[in-house]
């Protein structure tokens, strides 16, 4: 009978363990602006960083560079970390460089940028993944 509320806290730990997802989608848009859908899985980290708009465009030719727009509306800074996957037509991944979790800061009432351009010409679909600091998942 114990053993049961021992694995319904554990549950909730990893519950709160998770990190939130921003996808292209259908919210938004316009010339240069996709649109976005976010998956959120914790929604403490949510209220820290609200994706407010994302951008689009070709570099080099033909690598996909994309811009998110990052907005915390608390009343003291906030730490984060955040890394952009990038996957092929047929949605399966394409690594490369930068895919390491990137540690960032946001101040009260402050909009940053988080950014990425594809690993090759073959990235044409990207995955935001922004994780909670104080509780990061086991890498």
Known sequence: MRIAPLILAALALVACNT???VVPGTVGGGP?????QQVVTNGWLN????????????????????QVSVYSDQLT???????FEW????GMRVQGAGEAWQSRQIKPKETIQLGSVA???????????????NHPLNQ
Do not use: C, H, I
């Open 19 to 21: 990190s939130n997802t």
């Open 32 to 36: 240069g602006q996709p649109g976005f």
């Open 77 to 83: 800074s906030q730490n984060f970390s955040y890394r």
């Open 47 to 66: 209220s820290k960083t609200n994706v407010t708009d994302v951008r689009e465009d070709v570099v080099s030719g033909d690598m996909k560079r994309v």
């Open 119 to 133: 690993p090759s010409p073959r990235a044409t679909q990207w995955q935001l993944k922004l994780l909670d600091t």
């Open 87 to 90: 996957f092929d037509a047929s």
